[in-house]
């Protein structure tokens, strides 16, 4: 057979096996949003929560005295970052840690779903619950907030909002991993909501304590939401490199835990 032949019969092989990677991905990532669409607990804090409070905070306080701080555009940027990092703590980690409690994951190890498929299909889904969140947030933004901002800037804004699930959901990974099914929501809670607060996403940063500002630097959630706020021009000076050094160092340490936590259930499992 010549090169060619051997070329086209290799590509034939290699090709279904794609497609089928492909639809096992997109299977798993549909389910998994069908599955989330349906409860309320996650539903609530993750879609409802951002919204009401910037009807509570950002639209109620757009009627400033003239230049005053502007709450409605600050606040678009810090609760659309605090909407995602939801999403992808409490899709990844949460349903992880309530899926390893029923044994689904020990069940699916069992079948020829490739390795990755669940995770794939979690990262897909905190995705696009996050850019559902964004483009609700910034339509209330846009009508009720008064916000005006060029087409540029919405699209920047939301690209850096929702790429900020990969860390957040690296994070998750590893608490769903050494967390139970019923102690992940609270571990959630208890991490996320100080550090979104102590990070500027509730309260601009700039009206914080100083020792909250010092605090804030160690936070990965500071320097996500440094790099929303810069799109708008609302940050504190931050250095873009710093602050995605930050999140790549606290995205590798996460998956590094999280790899942790599943040898050591390969290891209860098959130990």
């Not at 069992?110 to 390795?115: C, L």
Request: charged share 10%; aromatic share 12%; net charge positive.
């Amino acid at each position: 057979m010549n090169t060619a032949a051997m070329t086209t019969t290799t590509s034939m092989t290699i090709q279904p096996g794609r497609r089928s990677l492909v639809r096992i991905f997109s299977l798993e990532a549909k389910y998994e949003f069908l599955k989330l669409l349906r409860l309320p607990a996650y539903i609530v804090p993750t879609l409802a929560f951002p919204l009401v409070f910037y009807m509570l905070f950002g639209v109620a306080l757009k009627q400033g005295p003239r230049g005053a701080f502007d709450f409605p555009t600050y606040l678009i940027a810090t609760y659309g970052a605090f909407g995602v990092m939801n999403a992808a703590l409490f899709g990844l980690g949460a349903g992880l840690a309530v899926e390893r409690g029923q044994g689904w994951l020990l069940l699916k190890r069992a079948t020829p779903m490739p390795p990755l498929g669940p995770y794939v299909g979690k990262l897909a889904m905190c995705l696009l619950f996050g850019t559902l969140m964004v483009g609700s947030l910034f339509t209330l933004g846009a009508t009720a907030g008064g916000v005006r901002l060029p087409l540029a800037t919405w699209l920047a804004l939301a690209a850096v909002q929702i790429a900020g699930a990969v860390p957040f959901a690296a994070f998750g990974l590893a608490i769903g991993y050494w967390a139970g099914p019923n102690s992940a929501p609270a571990i959630i809670n208890l991490l996320s909501l100080p550090s979104a607060f102590g990070s500027g996403m509730w309260i601009p940063i700039q009206m914080m304590p100083a020792v909250v500002k010092k605090i804030a630097l160690y936070l990965p959630s500071y320097h996500y939401a440094q790099l929303a706020l810069k799109t708008i021009g609302m940050d504190r000076g931050e250095p873009v490199g710093r602050s995605v050094a930050v999140l790549a160092v606290f995205t590798l340490l996460s998956l590094g835990l999280a790899w942790a936590g599943w040898r050591r259930d390969e290891g209860k499992t098959f130990g």
